[in-house]
């Protein structure tokens, strides 16, 4: 069955940076959009980085110049490089993978982020920057 498995989340000053990672299986790995999403407390998910099957990528404004997100084909593994972390990046972070079906990677951050049923999640990392 199809399992992404996430690591790397931990908990830093503010400034400081931290790389997670998705390890995926079950599935044919080139053919997905992988995606990072957040949850804080008491908040609605949020779409934080996408990466469509051509490599091209999205992310919300929030994380642009400071999150990177990046495949790795031979591990089956998607990174999210966040450098530069504020308190506000606090979070449950939650990687997903979806075909997304004729979708382009501006559009497959927030389709995914509204539609999780449709794709397959991870049991997610926690992230906590403290100020």
């Known amino acids: 069955q199809v399992q992404l498995v996430e690591s790397g989340g931990g908990s830093v000053q503010a400034g400081g940076s931290l790389r997670l990672s998705c390890a995926a299986s079950?599935?044919?790995?080139?053919?997905?959009?992988f995606g990072w999403f957040r949850q804080a407390p008491g908040k609605e998910l949020e779409g934080v980085a996408v990466?469509?099957?051509?490599?091209?990528?999205n992310y919300t404004d929030s994380v642009k110049g400071r999150f990177t997100i990046s495949p790795d084909n031979a591990k089956n593994t998607t990174y999210l490089e966040m450098n530069s972390l504020k308190p506000e990046d606090t979070a449950m972070y939650y990687c997903?993978?979806?075909?997304?079906?004729?979708?382009?990677?501006?559009?497959?951050?927030?389709?995914?982020?509204?539609?999780?049923?449709?794709?397959?999640w991870g049991q997610g990392t926690q992230v906590t920057v403290s100020s």
């Open positions: 997903a993978a979806d075909l997304c079906p004729g979708l382009t990677a501006i559009q497959a951050l927030g389709v995914m982020t509204q539609y999780p049923e449709f794709g397959y």
């Open positions: 990466i469509d099957r051509d490599g091209n990528t």
């Open positions: 079950g599935l044919t790995y080139s053919a997905y959009f």
